[in-house]
């Protein structure tokens, strides 16, 4: 193993010991560390990634704000913050560097963030200058209502007593006449015992 490799165990070792049950820490490969900063809800919050290289701690990690939970931080501010924390990782090039930048940007938290508004109402004001029509001007064929037909409560009520409106509500053989009761009231055939 190299001199960097081995240093990289060395701190990697270190992370896992110092971040135990930190929430805001998370390290999804050994090369790769992220921490939260700031509140959960606050747009005044971020989540720094520090990737490290082959030849890391010789060379500078990479520093990044890519994750889908910055998607709020203005591009200035993300640019700000990249390069204040490259700028502070530089003294330490040659040396472990992940948890002093976490703390370095922990305590400057307020610098880093003072370009980022409270609130996102630069977005809110863009759309008080959309505008929506009432009508378009086609018109959409999809959405033709189609006329049902109107019964009265009698008709309604006969065709219920057939077994339904529709065919499909009809249960089986509602139309096939009872042998019995059809053959009482034709008088059947006349008895061959006279």
């Known amino acids: 193993m190299g001199e960097n490799a081995e240093l990289q165990d060395e701190e990697l070792e270190v992370m896992k010991s110092i971040y135990e049950g930190d929430e805001l820490y998370s390290s ?52 700000g913050i990249i390069k204040a924390v490259k700028e502070e990782a530089e003294q330490f090039l040659g040396m472990s560097m992940t948890y002093s930048l976490f703390e370095w940007v922990r305590e400057s938290l307020d610098t880093l963030l003072e370009n980022q508004p409270e609130s996102l109402q630069i977005v809110c004001d863009e759309v008080d200058k959309l505008s929506v029509k009432d009508s378009s001007e086609e018109p959409e064929e999809g959405k033709q209502k189609v006329k049902k037909e109107q019964l009265t409560k009698g008709q309604k009520r006969a065709a219920w007593k057939k077994g339904g409106m529709n065919e499909d509500d009809r249960e089986r053989g509602w139309n096939w006449v ?10 059947g055939g006349a008895d061959l015992d006279d």
């Open 28 to 79: 999804p490969k050994d090369n790769r560390h992220l921490y939260k900063f700031g509140e959960d809800t606050a747009s005044r919050s971020f989540i720094l990634e520090i990737s490290w290289g082959p030849s890391y701690p010789s060379e500078l990690p990479d520093v990044n704000l890519d994750s889908f939970y910055n998607k709020h931080v203005l591009p200035p501010v993300k640019e």
């Open 178 to 187: 009872d042998v019995v009761k059809h053959l009482h009231q034709t008088g």
